[in-house]
C-alpha cells in the first residue's frame, strides 16, 4: 500500500506530553502523535524493537546547525573551509561528544564520533554524511545524515544499548566540492588534487589544514578494504520521486557514475555585421546544435540516463562579433557505465557532423573529476528494508543522481543508502526542505538498519 507514515516515540528521557509538545511545534499533525504516543517503548527502558529517536531533539539540532552560515534566502552558504564551515564543525563536535562518542579529526580532516563494540576483534560500522554545503545551499543536503547518525548515537548511550561490533559516526569534509574528505579516506590524493581551489577561494591543501587536519600526513587517515564492517549513509532525495509516489523510504541501489568531458568548438571571429550569413564560421551556432544534440542522443533510448551541458562561454564575446570559440561542459550520468560509453561515442559523432557542416571543430577532452558508479550490496539493502518494514514503513529501490561520500565508501566495504522525501524534488536551494517526520522516520530506518548488520555481521564474523 503506498501511503507515507511517521512512526515516532518520545524519548525516555522526555515526558510524554512534553514530548507531545515539542513535536507539535515541529509541526507534525494530530494523527502522527498519536502514533507517537501509542507506540511501543514510550516509557521505561525500551527493548531495540521498539527504541525510537527523540524526533524533537534532533530538529531542534538541525534547526541550531543551520544558523552558521545562515544566507538571507533562508538556507546556508556553508562551503567547506569557510569560517561558517568551522564553526559549524565546532557545533557539531559538541553534539558528538554530547552523545558520549570519543571525538577525534583525522588527518584529511573528516570528524569521527567513536564508540567500543562488545566483542573484541569487529571492525567498525560507519554511517554519517557531511555538512558543508554548496554556496546558497539548503538546511538538510548531508547535514539530516550526519546529525541524525549523532541522535542515534545519543539514543542508544541513553537506552543502554551496547553493539557487537565498534560504531563510528563520521562528518566528512568537503563532500560538495568533490567528495574530498571520502576520497583522501579511501583514496590517495595527489598533489595536483590538493592544489585545487575550493569555493572558499582556498586549495584543498590549505582546506584541510585550516579545519584541523594535516595535508602531509593524509596517509594515516587512510581506510583499506578489511578496516570497515560498512557504511550506512541517510540522505534526502533530492529529487521528487518519493513524494510524487507518496512513499516513505528510498533504498538505493546504486549511485550513477558521472562522466564529465570538456568541450570547445573552434570557429573563426569575424565582424557581425559585414559577414554574411554563408560566410560564417559560428562557433557558438555550433554548440548550440551540439547542445540541442546531447538532450535528442540522451532520450533517444529508455533508461534513467541523463545528459547535461551547465556550462557555456563564448569568446570574444561582444554583441558584434561572431563567436569564433566556445568553451562548454558535457556531464552524462547512469548506474550503466557501457551504456554512458555509448551515448558518448554517440554525441562525439553528432558533434563531427556539426562541425563539418558549419565549418567548425569540436575537441571533446575527458575531465578528470569522473565517478565510477557505485552498487549498494544486496545484504545492506535488505537490512535497509526489514528496518523500514518493522516501522511501518513504504520503500522504493531507486537509483541516486546525486554523488554521495558513500559512493568512495563501496570501494572498501558494503554500503547502502536511505532516501527520505525532499519537497518538490528542490534540493541545492535554499528551499529545500524535508518534513521533520520524514526526516525522523529515516534516522529510525538507518538506526534499526545499523542494529540489523551489527548481529547480521557479527554471525557471518563467528
Avoid at 560498512?230 to 529529487?239: D, T
Avoid at 565582424?271 to 554574411?276: Q, S
Wanted: glycine share 12%.
Amino acid at each position: 500500500m503506498k501511503r507515507r507514515k511517521f512512526v515516532q516515540t518520545a524519548s525516555t528521557a522526555m515526558g510524554g506530553g512534553a514530548a507531545a509538545g515539542l513535536l507539535g511545534n515541529a509541526g507534525l499533525g494530530r494523527e502522527s502523535l498519536a502514533a507517537a504516543d501509542a507506540a511501543p517503548g514510550a516509557t521505561g527502558a525500551p527493548q531495540q524493537s521498539s527504541l525510537r529517536v527523540n524526533g524533537a531533539r534532533v530538529n531542534a539540532h538541525l534547526a541550531e546547525l543551520a544558523q552558521f552560515g545562515k544566507n538571507p534566502q533562508g538556507g546556508v552558504s556553508r562551503v567547506a573551509y569557510s569560517n561558517a564551515d568551522r564553526d559549524g564543525r565546532e557545533y557539531t563536535m559538541g553534539l558528538i561528544r554530547a552523545a558520549e562518542l570519543d571525538v577525534s579529526i583525522d588527518t584529511a580532516g573528516n570528524i569521527w564520533g567513536r564508540r567500543a563494540g562488545s566483542l573484541p576483534g569487529l571492525k567498525p560500522i560507519v554511517f554519517g554524511s557531511h555538512i558543508d554545503s554548496v554556496p546558497e545551499g539548503g538546511n538538510y543536503d548531508g547535514h539530516v545524515g550526519s546529525l541524525g547518525a549523532i541522535e542515534i548515537a545519543q539514543r542508544f548511550a541513553e537506552a543502554g544499548v551496547v553493539t557487537r561490533h565498534p560504531l563510528e559516526v563520521v562528518v566528512w569534509q568537503n563532500e560538495e566540492g568533490g567528495l574530498w574528505g571520502s576520497h583522501a579516506a579511501t583514496g590517495a590524493l595527489t598533489a595536483q588534487e590538493l592544489a585545487q581551489v575550493s569555493n572558499s577561494g582556498k586549495t584543498i591543501r590549505d582546506g584541510i589544514a585550516f579545519i584541523g587536519g594535516d595535508p602531509a600526513r593524509l596517509e594515516s587517515a587512510r581506510r583499506r578494504r578489511g578496516d570497515v564492517t560498512c557504511y550506512f549513509e541517510l540522505h534526502i532525495e533530492q529529487g521528487g520521486t518519493l513524494e510524487k509516489e507518496k512513499l516513505d523510504i528510498g533504498i538505493v541501489e546504486g549511485i550513477v557514475s558521472i562522466a564529465r568531458w570538456d568541450v570547445t568548438v573552434e570557429g573563426f571571429a569575424n565582424h557581425a555585421g559585414t559577414t554574411a550569413m554563408a560566410d560564417r564560421h559560428d562557433a557558438l551556432l555550433s554548440a548550440s546544435r551540439f547542445v540541442e544534440a546531447v538532450n535528442r542522443i540522451v532520450t533517444a533510448e529508455p533508461g534513467r540516463q541523463v545528459g547535461t551541458v551547465g556550462r557555456i562561454q563564448a569568446f570574444p564575446g561582444a554583441p558584434n562579433v561572431i563567436p569564433g570559440r566556445v568553451q562548454c561542459s558535457l556531464e552524462l550520468r547512469d548506474l550503466d557505465e557501457p551504456k554512458i560509453a555509448r551515448i558518448a561515442a554517440a554525441i562525439r559523432a553528432e558533434a563531427d557532423r556539426i562541425g563539418e557542416r558549419n565549418g567548425t571543430k569540436f575537441t571533446i577532452s575527458k575531465t578528470s573529476t569522473d565517478h565510477k558508479a557505485a552498487l549498494s550490496d544486496p545484504a545492506m539493502r535488505a537490512h535497509v528494508g526489514d528496518a523500514a518494514k518493522l516501522l511501518g514503513l513504504s520503500t522504493k529501490l531507486m537509483p541516486s543522481g546525486a554523488g554521495h561520500d558513500a559512493q568512495s565508501l563501496a570501494k572498501i566495504c558494503p554500503m547502502a543508502m536511505i532516501f527520505i522525501p525532499s519537497v518538490g524534488g528542490i534540493s541545492h536551494a535554499p528551499t529545500e526542505y524535508s518534513t521533520p517526520g520524514d526526516i525522523v522516520n529515516g534516522i529510525n530506518v538507518l538506526m534499526h538498519a545499523v542494529l540489523g548488520a551489527d548481529a547480521g555481521f557479527s554471525q557471518e564474523a563467528k
